[in-house]
C-alpha cells in the first residue's frame, strides 16, 4: 500500500530564512516522488519530482527535496524562503498510475 | 508536459442539479484522471477513465453519482448528479505524461480546476 504523511500541516518562516516541509512515505514498491505547489485561486504546479536517479532533486524557484530511503522521508527545502512562497505544498507518492496525495501543508512567510 | 483546460472555471448550482464539467487536454495521452478536492483538504482521486472503456472509480465514489465519459484520446467529461452542498469542492482533471502507446514516468499535469458551489 502507498501512503504519504505530511508532518506539518502549517509552518510559519521569516521571509529570507530557511524553509523545510517534512513528508515520509510508505510504499511496497519503489517509489517515484513528488512535490506539487498550489497558490490561491491556482492550480497545481509542479516543484520537483524523484524517479529513482539522483537522491537529491532539484527543482523550480529554489527548492530541493533529497530521497532518503533509510528514513523513507522525501522533505522538501529552500536556502531562504520568499514572500512568493506562501502557498499550500502538497507531497505525493506514484504507483503505478495512481497518485497519492498527503494532506498538505501551508507554509506562511512573514515579512 | 500537456496543457489542460477545464470548463467551466466556476459554477454555483442548485441543490439536485446536475452539473457536467469538461477537460481538454492538447495532445493525446493514455490516462486521464479526476480529483475532488474539498475546502480546506488534499486531493481525492475520485476514477480512472481510459478512452475506450469504463472509468474505474476509488472507494467512496459511484457512477450514478458521478458519471464520467472518455469519448476519445484528448476529452473526458465528469458529472456531479443530484448535487448537494456537500459536493461543493474544486473538481480537478489530470493526465500522465505517457503518451498514447508509451509509457510515463507517473508524472500527472493538472488542469486549473472547476470551483462549485452548491447552494
Known amino acids: 500500500a502507498q501512503s504519504v504523511t505530511q508532518l506539518d500541516s502549517h509552518v510559519s518562516v521569516s521571509e529570507g530564512t530557511p524553509v523545510l516541509l517534512r513528508c515520509n512515505y510508505s510504499s511496497s514498491y519503489s517509489p517515484s516522488l513528488f512535490w506539487y505547489v498550489q497558490h490561491p485561486n491556482k492550480g497545481l504546479q509542479l516543484l520537483l519530482k524523484?524517479?529513482?536517479?539522483?537522491?537529491l532533486v532539484k527543482g523550480i524557484n529554489g527548492f530541493e527535496a533529497e530521497f532518503k530511503k533509510s528514513e523513507t522521508s522525501f522533505h522538501l527545502t529552500k536556502p531562504s524562503a520568499h514572500m512568493s512562497d506562501a502557498a499550500e505544498y502538497f507531497c505525493v507518492v506514484s504507483a503505478g498510475n495512481q497518485f497519492y496525495f498527503g494532506t498538505g501543508t501551508s507554509l506562511t512567510v512573514i515579512p | 508536459s500537456a496543457v489542460i483546460s477545464q470548463k467551466p472555471s466556476r459554477d454555483i448550482c442548485q441543490r439536485g442539479t446536475s452539473l457536467t464539467i469538461q477537460c481538454q487536454v492538447d495532445s493525446q495521452v493514455t490516462m486521464m484522471f479526476w480529483y475532488r478536492q474539498q475546502p480546506g483538504q488534499s486531493l481525492t482521486l475520485i476514477a480512472t477513465a481510459n478512452q475506450g472503456s469504463e472509468a474505474t472509480y476509488e472507494s467512496g465514489f459511484v457512477i450514478d453519482k458521478f458519471p464520467i465519459s472518455r469519448p476519445n484520446l484528448t476529452f473526458s467529461t465528469l458529472t456531479v448528479s443530484n448535487m448537494s452542498p456537500e459536493d461543493s469542492s474544486i473538481y480537478l482533471c489530470?493526465?500522465?505524461?505517457?503518451?498514447?502507446?508509451?509509457?510515463?514516468?507517473?508524472?500527472?499535469?493538472f488542469g486549473p480546476g472547476t470551483r462549485l458551489t452548491v447552494l
Open positions: 524523484y524517479t529513482s536517479a539522483a537522491t
Open positions: 489530470s493526465v500522465d505524461d505517457g503518451k498514447y502507446g508509451l509509457a510515463g514516468t507517473n508524472e500527472q499535469f
